[in-house]
């Protein structure tokens, strides 16, 4: 059994101080990476938002607090984030910049869906990246899959969240269901834990470590993803979720 932690959506900005819509991002994401560190994972996996502005400082301070977990941690950007500036600073000892990787007799393969011209965050594959997913399902046939992106790839039910989804999504759930080794595909961009499963294979949303969206999520607590990978193919999964309450009395100093 093989244990994976994801951590999504962390939104960090290059003061530490700055809030999100009242938020202190970098508060809360220290007391996730803490209860991260009592859930004793194997590694860990982010799936982008990791800075709100996309800013070098920001991945500095995720360096910083990620770091001392002393796990393997691999990431993939999301639509707030620079992908230059991640390859570049994301470089620690303990980060890892690979894609495609095999964890004991699973395979995970991590995609990039940030589309660059998007104007309000929907996300895409690049051809290459489409192609390049065919193959690696193709050659790897007989490992049970996990497959990660920042994008949620089918429909959540919320109108506005909906536009911002990954473009032809049918385009991937068509492909996902011609390979049977994919087990689940999981995603971050949507704020709030979700499970739908489509045909064998379960997509399962994450809560940020910050701000939740709260008509889909009643919960409402920061939190992040715990799961468990057997040797036999199957998994289990669960949200985590921190009881972490922000001083609602600071101003926010980002735009509504
Ligand atoms: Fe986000």
Same mark, same amino acid.
């Given at each position: 059994m093989i244990t994976l932690a994801q951590i999504t959506d962390?939104?960090?900005?290059? !003061?530490?101080n700055t809030l999100m819509r009242g938020w202190p991002t970098w508060e809360s994401l220290q007391a996730v990476v803490q209860a991260v560190a009592e859930a004793q994972p194997d590694l860990v996996l982010l799936t982008g938002d990791l800075a709100d502005q996309g800013e070098g400082k920001a991945y500095r301070h995720l360096v910083e607090l990620l770091e001392p977990l002393n796990l393997p941690i691999y990431w993939i950007p999301g639509n707030h984030d620079d992908g230059s500036k991640m390859a570049n600073m994301?470089?620690? %000892?303990?980060?890892c910049s690979e894609k495609t990787f095999r964890l004991g007799s699973w395979r995970l393969l991590l995609l !990039?869906?940030?589309?660059? %011209?998007?104007q309000i965050g929907q996300g895409a594959l690049s051809e290459a990246s489409w192609q390049w997913l065919e193959n690696q399902l193709e050659n790897y046939g007989d490992q049970p899959t996990l497959i990660a992106l920042h994008?949620?790839?089918?429909?959540?039910?919320?109108d506005w969240m909906d536009m911002m989804q990954l473009q032809e999504s049918e385009r991937f759930q068509t492909l996902i269901a /011609?390979? /049977?080794?994919?087990k689940l595909v999981i995603f971050g961009h949507i704020h709030a834990k979700f499970l739908q499963r489509l045909g064998t294979v379960d997509y399962h949303g994450t809560p940020s470590?910050?701000?939740?969206?709260a008509d889909l999520d009643d919960e409402n607590l920061p939190g992040f993803r715990m799961i468990h990978l057997a040797e036999d193919g199957t998994y289990k999964t669960q949200v985590q979720r921190v009881a972490f309450a922000p001083n609602r009395t600071r101003k926010s100093t980002m735009p509504h």
């Open positions: 962390t939104h960090l900005f290059a !003061d530490k994301l470089t620690g %000892e303990n980060f !990039d869906s940030v589309l660059v %011209e998007s994008h949620h790839p089918l429909q959540i039910g919320i /011609r390979f /049977r080794q994919v470590t910050c701000i939740q969206v």
